[in-house]
Antibody, heavy 120, light 106 residues
C-alpha cells in the first residue's frame, strides 16, 4: 500500500522557520509531480506549491511566494517544504500529495497531514 | 484563476442516493477527481479522470461528467459515508479545489 508520511509539524513562533518532510514508500515517487496542500482549521483546502518529477520546475501560491521553498530528493523518496517567516495565517494541516500528471498515471496519493501552528 | 463550486451540504437517508455536484470552467478541459476526508485521516481518492474508480473503492461510489459539471453519486448511502467530500482538478501548474460538501446520512 502506498504511503506518504509527513513529519516536522509543530508549534512555532511568528517569523520563525520550519521544515516539513514527506516520505514516500511503495510508490514511484520519482515519476510523480508532487504538491503541498494545506487546510486551515475549519476551512477548505488551499494549494501551496508544486514541484515537477525531476525537481526542475517549481510553482507557488501567491500567499507563500518568497517565503516557502519546495524541494525533493528522489534518491531518498522524500519531499520537503521549507517554510520561512511564518505567520499566524499559515496555521494549518499541511498535506503532501502526488498528483497524476502523465498520461500513463491514474491515481493520486495523499499523506495524512502534519499540523503547523504559528503562535507566540 | 479557476474556481470549483460545490454545495456546502447534502442530506440523505440511509439507503438513498446522494449526488454531489462540482462546477467550473476548468472541467471543460481537465479531469476532475473526488476524495473523501474523514477527521484526522488522510484523504481517500474516490474517483479520478471524472468517472474512474480505484479498485479498492466500493462500487456504490461513481462519477460522471457533463460539460463543466461533474457529479459524485453515492448509491445506497451508508451511515459511514457521512463526512466531507471534495472535488479537485490539476491545471496550470497548480491544483484547484472545490469548497467541500458535508454529506449527512440520517
Amino acid at each position: 500500500q502506498v504511503q506518504l508520511v509527513e513529519s516536522g509539524g509543530g508549534v512555532v513562533q511568528p517569523g520563525r522557520p520550519l521544515r516539513l518532510s514527506c516520505a514516500a514508500s511503495t510508490f514511484t515517487f520519482s515519476s510523480y509531480t508532487m504538491h503541498w496542500v494545506r487546510q486551515a482549521p475549519g476551512k477548505g483546502l488551499e494549494w501551496v506549491a508544486v514541484i515537477s518529477d525531476d525537481g526542475s520546475n517549481k510553482y507557488y501560491a501567491d500567499s507563500v511566494k518568497g517565503r516557502f521553498t519546495i524541494s525533493r530528493d528522489n534518491s531518498k523518496n522524500t519531499l520537503y517544504l521549507q517554510m520561512n517567516s511564518l505567520r499566524p495565517e499559515d496555521t494549518a494541516v499541511y498535506y503532501c500529495a502526488g498528483i497524476a500528471a502523465r498520461p500513463s498515471q491514474n491515481l493520486d496519493y495523499w499523506g495524512q497531514g502534519a499540523l503547523v501552528t504559528v503562535s507566540s | 484563476s479557476y474556481e470549483l463550486t460545490q454545495p456546502s451540504s447534502v442530506s440523505v437517508s440511509p439507503g438513498q442516493t446522494a449526488r454531489i455536484t462540482c462546477s467550473g470552467d476548468v472541467l471543460a478541459k481537465k479531469y476532475a477527481r473526488w476524495f473523501q476526508q474523514k477527521p484526522g485521516q488522510a484523504p481517500v481518492l474516490l474517483i479520478y479522470k471524472d468517472s474512474e474508480r480505484p479498485s479498492e473503492i466500493p462500487e456504490r461510489f461513481s462519477g460522471s461528467s457533463s460539460g463543466t459539471t461533474v457529479t459524485l453519486t453515492i448509491s445506497g448511502a451508508q451511515v459511514e459515508d457521512e463526512t466531507d467530500y471534495y472535488c479537485y482538478s490539476a491545471a496550470d501548474n497548480s491544483v484547484v479545489f472545490g469548497g467541500g460538501t458535508k454529506l449527512t446520512v440520517l
